[in-house]
C-alpha cells in the first residue's frame, strides 16, 4: 500500500510532501517552517479531510505510550497511538473505555479529530471520552486544554484543522466483559415499527444489510455487558434466527478477522470493536461514506433509502446502521441531539458511487443529516453553517489559532 494513497485506494493524496517528526520537540521546530499542512494518522479517512496541496504531517512514528491515573479517572494517551495500543494498560490497571470504533487499527488522535464512533443508545461517540487535549499548533506552541476550557469543545473534533494532537486524556472506568450475538434474517419492517426497541437491545447495537433485499436485514449484532440485566433473546425479539456460527460483517466473508460471537463472555476490548487487532479486516479496496441522522428523522430516512436499494445493492459491500448519543462538541455529527449513523462501505469503484451520491444525498436532505467528515460525500453540497449551530464560533477559533 502505498503511502502516497489512503488505505482504502481510493483517494491519491494531493500533498506534495510527507515529513514524520518522531518528538514533541521535533513536531515544534518543524509545524512553523511548513506553511499549509494537514495531520495524517492511519490513513483511514476516505474524504480529503487529512489532505493538502502542502505538506503532510504524519503521526506514525510520534511516541505511543499510554498510562493510566486510577485517582483522576483517565488515561492519556499519546499522539501516535491507536486503539489497539491502550490494552495492555487498561488490562494492567483493571480500567476500561466506554465504547470503541469497530476498528481497533485507527490512531486515537484521528478518531477523535474528525468524530468517529461507535455503537449505543447511551454511548456518545469516541471523542465525548477526551477529557483534555495537547495540540501543537501551526506556530508550534503546545497548547493543553483541560476540561473547562471554553475552546475545547471545538477542539476535540477538530479535522486536524489546530495542529497535531501530541496527547489526549480519556476518562476511564473499572473493566467489565461484554457478550456478543448475530442473529440472521430480520424483517426490517418490525425493526422500523420500533426501532429504539431493537437498539436497545444491547449496550451496542449494530444492524447489517446489502440491500440486495430490501425487506431483511442480513445481520444484528447485539453486545452486551454481563454486569448488567441481559434482557430478552435477541433472536426472538427481533424475529430472526440465531448465527449457527462466526460470521464477518460483509455476508459470505471468511469470519476469522471478525471478533468472537455466539455469546461467549470476553473482554470488553476483544467484543466491542467488530475486528480483532492482531487480524487485518482486509486489505483495503473499499469507500466508506456515512451519514448521522438525528433521532426523531431516523426511520423516516431509512424508508427513503430502501426506495433507492436497487441502485445501492450492486455498488455496495455492506450498509451498517447504529446509534450515537447527542454531545456538546462544536463539530459532531452528534452535536445536540441523539443520531442513527447510516453507514456504507462500497466496492471500490469511485465513479459508480459518485453517480449514485447526489440521489441519495437528495433523500437525506429533508433530515438535517450530517455526513461523518472522514467519509466521502459531496463536500460542495453541504452546507455547513446550516447543520453545525456552533459553525459560527468554529471559525472564529479557527481563526484564533491561525488555522
Known sequence: MSTRTNWGGNLRYAATRL????????????????????????????SRVADTPGVQVSTASLPRSASVDRDRGVLRVEGGARYSDLVPELDRTGTALANLASL????????????????????????????????????????????????LPGAVVSLGRLGVATALELAVEPTYEVTQTVVEQVPLDA??????????????????????????????????????????????????????GPRHPIPGVDPAPATQQGGVPGPWWSRLPHFRADHVPSAGREIQSEWLLPRPHAVAALEAVRGL???????????????????????????????????????????????VLPALEARLAPFAARPHWGKVHREEALDAAALYPRWADWQDLLRRWGG
Open 104 to 151: 481497533p487499527h485507527i490512531t486515537v488522535a484521528g478518531a477523535v479529530a474528525t468524530g468517529t464512533h461507535g455503537s449505543g443508545d447511551a454511548l456518545g461517540s469516541l471523542a465525548t471520552q477526551v477529557t483534555a487535549l495537547e495540540i501543537v499548533g501551526w506556530d508550534g506552541e503546545l497548547r493543553r486544554l483541560g476540561a473547562g476550557h471554553p475552546d
Open 191 to 244: 425493526v422500523l415499527d420500533d426501532l429504539d426497541a431493537v437498539t436497545s437491545l444491547g449496550h451496542s447495537v449494530s444492524l447489517f444489510t446489502t440491500w440486495a433485499d430490501p425487506d431483511v436485514l442480513d445481520q444484528v449484532w447485539v453486545k452486551r455487558r454481563t454486569d448488567r440485566p441481559a434482557g430478552p433473546d435477541p433472536a426472538t425479539a427481533l424475529g430472526g434466527r440465531p448465527a449457527d
Open 19 to 46: 515529513v514524520e517528526p518522531v518528538s514533541v520537540a521535533q513536531l515544534q521546530e518543524l509545524l512553523p517552517t511548513l506553511g499549509p499542512a494537514r495531520a495524517l494518522g492511519s490513513r483511514h479517512s476516505f
Open 309 to 355: 436499494a436497487d441502485r445501492l445493492a450492486p455498488l455496495l459491500q455492506v450498509c451498517e446502521i447504529r446509534t450515537v448519543a447527542a454531545d456538546d462538541l462544536w463539530l459532531s455529527g452528534a452535536s445536540g441531539t441523539d443520531v442513527v449513523g447510516l453507514h456504507l462501505t462500497w466496492h471500490l469503484d469511485p465513479e459508480g458511487v459518485a453517480a
